[in-house]
């Protein structure tokens, strides 16, 4: 029932539907598309594509997932604050104060955490969802390399919120469509059609929630936002590696 409202939605809401550039999207963990610095999504599936063997290609996601560890946005972003912002809390939207003494996407069971890049448990993570997450970038990368891409048709638009700065330079970052982005451009697509949920702009940074709340310092919002186009190299935030619980 709700695919079936959701479609309906999607027929009688106007969408700004519009085509990027692939290498101007980038993670929510601050991992740039199209480019060559690591990606984990990214890296997998264009590994796969180049033929190294595949036990190969999920050995480096592993390792990856077992140091990539962040506690708040400084860490999830490879940057530096002056404040802790807890995860994923964006200083241009509207949360509580309350937030800001909470350790946010971290859970007591690990079964709980909706996605092993994004959220996470100090017991570790369960080996299956290290699976699952395996079968979703496969069956991405095979279904785009056999089938290719039409958004239009299966209402499947990638959707992204638009960062546009001062300069006029854009970024785009993925709501939901990592999978999808990493496959196309592992298959040698440079565009993508997607949907843009909504636009925040580096202008209006004194009027963004929290640093109008003085929730979040404007400079350290503005690192936050500026993160997402500069992209994260310093992933590795922590030397103990997370344990995989079968």
Not at 216 to 235: H, M, T
């Amino acid at each position: 029932m709700f695919n079936f409202i959701k479609s309906i939605l999607k027929k009688i809401i106007p969408q700004d539907i519009v085509e990027i550039s692939i290498n101007n999207c980038v993670h929510y963990c601050g991992f740039l598309y199209g480019h060559d610095d690591y990606n984990p999504y990214q890296t997998y599936i264009k590994n796969m594509h180049n033929g190294i063997p595949k036990h190969e290609c999920r050995k480096k996601f592993i390792d990856f997932l077992k140091h990539y560890r962040p506690e708040n946005m400084a860490q999830a972003l490879g940057i530096t604050l002056s404040t802790n912002v807890p995860l994923w809390v964006y200083p241009w939207n509207r949360c509580g104060q309350g937030l800001f003494s909470k350790k946010t996407a971290w859970f007591n069971n690990p079964i709980d955490c909706p996605d092993i890049l994004t959220h996470f448990s100090e017991k570790g993570i369960l080996e299956f969802r290290i699976e699952e997450e395996f079968v979703w970038l496969e069956k991405a990368y095979y279904s785009i390399k056999t089938d290719g891409y039409d958004p239009k048709k299966y209402s499947s638009y990638v959707n992204l919120l638009r960062l546009i700065k001062s300069d006029g330079s854009i970024s785009y970052l993925v709501l939901d469509g990592n999978h999808r982005i990493s496959a196309l451009n592992a298959t040698g697509k440079q565009k993508i059609d997607a949907v843009i949920q909504s636009t925040v702009l580096e202008k209006d940074s004194k009027k963004w929630y929290c640093v109008r709340k003085s929730f979040i310092p404007e400079d350290d919002a503005l690192k936050i936002f500026n993160s997402y186009f500069l992209g994260n190299i310093n992933y590795k935030t922590t030397e103990k590696e997370a344990q995989i619980i079968s």
